[in-house]
C-alpha cells in the first residue's frame, strides 16, 4: 500500500474524529489527537497515529475509559499520588504533571506516583512540560499490556518495553531531553516495521521459540508455527544486555510496584488496554542551591560535546532531544507520511465507531 501524506492539522482533524466517535468529548479528543500528531512530528511514529485502532479496540474492551481524569489519592506537600482511573494517558498524564510542577514550583521538588493510566504515549511529552518551567524531571514507566522484552538470559517476554526518561534545562538554550524504552527497540517501532514490510537488524528480537530473527511479526501477529515449547509470541531484547535488562526492571519496580499501578506476573491474555505506572521526580534547580553552578557547568558540558570532531558518518555531534526538535521542523513543513498499512488501520478502526476516515 502506499504512503499517505497528510499536514499536521488534518491529521489531527481525522484522528479526533475517530476519538470522538469512541466516546471523548471534543476537548479529550483534541488534545490526545495533538498529542500523538506530535509524536510523529517528533520522528516516533511508534508512538503516533498508528496507536489509534489499539486506543478504540480498548474503549470498545472497556479498558480504556474516555473522558476519565486523574483522581489525587494522596496529597502530602512534595509527594503526590494519583490514580488515572483508566483514561486516555495523554490527558491523565498532563493533569498529573501540572500538578507536580506546580508543587516543585512552590516548594523545590515533587515526586509523583501516577499509577492506573492508560498508554502514556511519549514520556518525553511530560518532561519537555517540566523543563519548560526550569525543572530537571526523572521519569520511570511500567508497562501493563502483553509481555514483549526478554529477560536477559531469558527466552520469552517477560515485561514491557518499561520507558526510562530524563529532562534537564539548559539556561539560554534548548532542553536536554533522553526519552527511551528500555528494550533494544520500543514495540510501536516493530508495529510500524511489520506494516511496512521491513525486516529488522540482528539482536533485536528472539521468536516464539526463543531463537534470534530479523521479522519484527513475531512480536506484532500471533505466530501460526507453534508447538512444543513455543510461545504466542516472541519477544524483544533488552538493549545493552544485562544492563538494559536492569533499568528495566528498576522501571517495573519504580513505575508499577512503588505507584502502586502493578507489575507484571502473569500469563499473557489478547486485551488491547495498555497500561501504565509511572514515577516522576522533579527538581527545581534554584531550590537546590546549585542554581548557578548547574547553569555554568551544563553549558560547559554541552559545548565540550559539540567540540568533539564528528565520526564518519555523521554531521554534528548531537544531544538527546535535537533529532525531534529537527524532525518537527521539516515535517510541520512537509507534512507526515504514514504508511498504507496503518492508514487502513485507522480507516478501519474509525468505521467501527461510525466515523470515515478519508
Known amino acids: 500500500m502506499d504512503n499517505k501524506l497528510l499536514q499536521p492539522q488534518a491529521l489531527r482533524e481525522q484522528c479526533a474524529a475517530v476519538l470522538i466517535g469512541a466516546g471523548s468529548l471534543p476537548d479529550e ?3 490526545v489527537a495533538a ?3 506530535l509524536a510523529n512530528l517528533s520522528g ?13 479496540d480498548a474503549v470498545l474492551e472497556g479498558g480504556l475509559i474516555p473522558n476519565s481524569s486523574a483522581k489525587v489519592q494522596l496529597d502530602a506537600g512534595s509527594l503526590l499520588t494519583l490514580d488515572g482511573q483508566r483514561g486516555y494517558g495523554q490527558i491523565v498524564g498532563v493533569q498529573a504533571m501540572e500538578m507536580a510542577i506546580a508543587r ?7 515526586i509523583l506516583a501516577l499509577g492506573n493510566a492508560h498508554h502514556l504515549g ?3 511529552h511530560f518532561a519537555e512540560m517540566a523543563v519548560a518551567q526550569g525543572l530537571v524531571a526523572i521519569h520511570f514507566v511500567n508497562v501493563l499490556s502483553r509481555p514483549v522484552v526478554a529477560p536477559w538470559g531469558g527466552g520469552d517476554g517477560r515485561f514491557g518495553t518499561n520507558p526510562c526518561c530524563i529532562g534537564v534545562p539548559i539556561a539560554g538554550r534548548e532542553p536536554f531531553v533522553l526519552d ?10 516493530m508495529r510500524v516495521a511489520h506494516n511496512e514490510g521491513r525486516r529488522v537488524p540482528d539482536g533485536y528480537l528472539i521468536d516464539q521459540h526463543g531463537r534470534p530473527t530479523n521479522d519484527p511479526g513475531v512480536v506484532v501477529v500471533p505466530q501460526s508455527d507453534g508447538g512444543p515449547g513455543a510461545g504466542l509470541f516472541g519477544a ?40 501504565n505506572g509511572m514515577l516522576v521526580i522533579l527538581i527545581d534547580p534554584k531550590r537546590l542551591g546549585t542554581q548557578r553552578a548547574f547553569e555554568q557547568e551544563t553549558l560547559a558540558f554541552v ?3 559539540r567540540r568533539s570532531p564528528p565520526a564518519p558518518g555523521f554531521d554534528a555531534v548531537r544531544i538527546a532531544g535535537e533529532p525531534e526538535r529537527e524532525a518537527r521542523k521539516s515535517r510541520e513543513r512537509d507534512g507526515v507520511a504514514v504508511d498504507g498499512h496503518t492508514w487502513a488501520e485507522i480507516v478501519a478502526a474509525g468505521r467501527k465507531v461510525g466515523v470515515s476516515v478519508a
Not at 516516533?44 to 478504540?56: E, L
Not at 527511551?180 to 517501532?189: E, L, Y
Not at 538493549?239 to 502502586?260: D, R
Open 122 to 124: 511519549r514520556i518525553g
Open 303 to 305: 559545548d565540550w560535546l
Open 180 to 189: 527511551f524504552a528500555t528494550s533494544r527497540v520500543a514495540q510501536g517501532k
Open 35 to 37: 498529542n500523538l500528531v
Open 104 to 110: 516543585a514550583t512552590e516548594l523545590g521538588s515533587c
Open 236 to 275: 524483544l531484547m533488552p538493549f545493552g544486555e544485562h544492563k538494559g535488562y536492569g533499568m528495566a526492571v528498576a522501571c517495573e519496580l519504580l513505575g508499577g510496584a512503588l505507584t502502586g499501578s502493578g507489575t507484571w506476573h502473569r500469563q499473557a491474555d489478547n486485551a488491547k488496554a495498555v497500561i
Open 44 to 56: 516516533h511514529d511508534s508512538h503516533g497515529v498508528g496507536m489509534i485502532p489499539r486506543y478504540v
Open 29 to 31: 479528543a483534541q488534545q
